[in-house]
T-cell receptor
Framework: AQKITQTQPGMFVQEKEAVTLDCTYDTSDPSYGLFWYKQPSSGEMIFLIYQGSYDQQNATEGRYSLNFQKARKSANLVISASQLGDSAMYFCAMREGRNTGNQFYFGTGTSLTVIP | GAVVSQHPSRVICKSGTSVKIECRSLDFQATTMFWYRQFPKKSLMLMATSNEGSKATYEQGVEKDKFLINHASLTLSTLTVTSAHPEDSSFYIC?????????????FGPGTRLTVL
């Protein structure tokens, strides 16, 4: 089974609007971390936000927030007030266990295009 | 600013030659680094886990004799693609585990685009 599923290959959003990028995960480990990365056309993976499985509150980082629904095993990324520079590929990732040296499992990504 | 660098950012080589890609953690020591491969419009696939001072752990299906990994210091890991062929053309990304920080996460390098002619 896929560890990380991103069902939206491509998304469009109007500038200044909010957009939600979906991510569901599959794990039997009670301890895990969920990450979102942005990959612009340059290729660099840019860390956006992190949610630990034991975190009580949803993570927020500026315009990024993570809608963490543990029972549904979903970790959707919400980008508020979209900007043209947000156009990029977005990857959801999971690391199982407490060891930060454990590997990341990546989803297939969502291509976001912000329309002026 | 960038905390992990990769060199070169882009390389073109002839079939049969070997290419070395460097991954450096710039302001922290990384006992563990990871090497990923990404095909166009695809996700990242882990190739191997590189631990300083020991042999790398390769994922299933990755040829260890073809993709040589050396993690000789706490700030440098290298990936050497030996006897490269056109099918090795890809985007190679490294990441380094950082032991401090809010998310205690991995930081990714900017990637190296390899084209084998």
């Amino acid at each position: 089974a896929q560890k990380i599923t991103q069902t939206q290959p491509g998304m469009f959003v109007q500038e200044k609007e909010a957009v939600t990028l979906d991510c569901t995960y599959d794990t039997s480990d009670p301890s895990y971390g969920l990450f979102w990365y942005k990959q612009p056309s340059s290729g660099e993976m840019i860390f956006l936000i992190y949610q630990g499985s034991y975190d009580q509150q949803n993570a927020t980082e500026g315009r990024y927030s993570l809608n963490f629904q543990k029972a549904r095993k979903s970790a959707n990324l919400v980008i508020s007030a979209s900007q043209l520079g947000d156009s990029a590929m977005y990857f959801c990732a999971m690391r199982e266990g407490r060891n930060t040296g454990n590997q990341f499992y990546f989803g297939t990504g969502t291509s976001l295009t912000v329309i002026p | 600013g960038a905390v992990v660098s990769q060199h070169p950012s882009r390389v073109i080589c002839k079939s049969g030659t070997s290419v070395k890609i460097e991954c450096r953690s710039l302001d922290f020591q990384a006992t563990t680094m990871f090497w990923y491969r990404q095909f166009p419009k695809k996700s990242l696939m882990l190739m191997a886990t590189s631990n300083e001072g020991s042999k790398a752990t390769y994922e299933q299906g990755v040829e260890k004799d073809k993709f040589l990994i050396n993690h000789a210091s706490l700030t440098l890991s290298t990936l050497t693609v030996t006897s490269a062929h056109p099918e090795d053309s890809s985007f190679y990304i490294c990441s380094a585990r950082r032991l401090t920080g809010k998310a205690d996460t991995q930081y990714f390098g900017p990637g190296t685009r390899l084209t084998v002619l």
